[in-house]
């Protein structure tokens, strides 16, 4: 069994989209933030059920899909890193682009 190890970054992003459908919907935000983690959690017995995504086929990454987020993580030995959590409908490289220029910035 392997364990569950959310990063700083992925809490946020997913802090953010859940503020932002918060504004209209609190009960849809609550929704999501719950389905996330229930998603997240069968990883611990089944680490490698999530896919590999397209935008990134020759690495060790994998991304399991809770409508209407994207979450990305990669599996260490007994360890389980969760390290994006992204709307489905952004396109993965800009993303990680405008995160890692902010970051230089």
Known sequence: MAQIKWTEPALNDLNEIAEFIALDKPSAANKLVK???KTVKRLKDFPDSGKIP???PETNYREV???PC????RVETNNVYILYVMRSERQLRIYLLGDRNDELS
């Open 54 to 56: 397209e935008e990134l």
């Open 70 to 73: 994207r979450v990305f993580y």
């Open 35 to 37: 389905n996330v983690f």
């Open 65 to 67: 899909v809770v409508g």
